[in-house]
């Protein structure tokens, strides 16, 4: 076996998801620059995890928001998004293990979110995960609720009707897009519970707030955000 991931790396070694630079072995997805010039996202408002610029956040100022609070591990760089892109739309799902341990440092270090009673996953449309063969969220939240030992309830939520990709839609374009497009699970009782909603990436927050708002219906106590990257 070794003698084969030996040819193996020897004939197609491992390059580094944003420099392109071969890895060394201890090295995973990224070398160690690159990964030393990630550095966690704290100062931020403590509602919609902008980026704190000045004390009265813009961001909110011009959004209504419903959750309780938001957080992300990373700004949305260009090293972050080559590792998003890997983990959508090459398979590279074992990108979720590594995200997975970065999001427990950075919740053990920011403790941003009071008791967490379930962590779930923004949901994709069955069509949309038929294609694409897997939930992103769901395997990050997977690995989150492993290593923080939450409750994982990845079937809470459920995407009612397709919706096309957010990616290249404006604010209002994003927030008409999901609106009324979840529904709650019958068989689950959440009311007064606390829920951590977990997606890849943060932007304008349409489809997170969303789904706050049929959280909120079903009265539970509060709704938190947790994302990889938070995009401006």
Known sequence: MKILQTFVGLFFPKICLS??????????????NCFNSLTFLEEICP???A????E????????EFLFDKARS??????????????FKYNEMTRIAKFFGILSREYIEKFQP???I????????????????????????????????????????????????????????????????????????????KNILLVDDVFTTGSTVNSITAVLKEKQVNKVYIFTIGRAL
């Not at 420099?19 to 160690?32: I, S």
């Not at 009265?56 to 959004?63: G, R, S």
């Not at 609720?145 to 404006?170: A, C, D, G, V, Y």
Request: with cysteine; charged share 35%.
């Open 113 to 115: 979110f009071d008791h």
């Open 51 to 54: 980026p704190k610029i000045e």
């Open 117 to 192: 009673d379930y962590i779930v996953p923004v949901p994709l449309h069955k069509v949309k995960k038929r294609d694409r063969g897997f939930n992103q969220s769901e395997y990050i939240t997977r690995e989150i609720s492993k290593n923080m030992n939450w409750k994982h309830l990845p079937k809470l939520i459920k995407r009612k009707r397709f919706t096309e990709t957010q990616t290249k839609l404006n604010k209002e374009q994003r927030k008409k897009n999901v609106s009324f497009a979840f529904k709650i699970n019958p068989k689950y009782d959440i009311k007064g």
């Open 73 to 86: 591990v990373f700004m949305f760089n260009i090293i972050v998004q080559k590792m998003v892109h890997e």
């Open 47 to 49: 509602i919609c995890g």
């Open 56 to 63: 009265k956040c813009k961001v909110c100022d011009t959004n």
């Open 19 to 32: 420099c392109d630079e071969r890895l060394l072995e201890n090295e995973q997805f990224l070398c160690l």
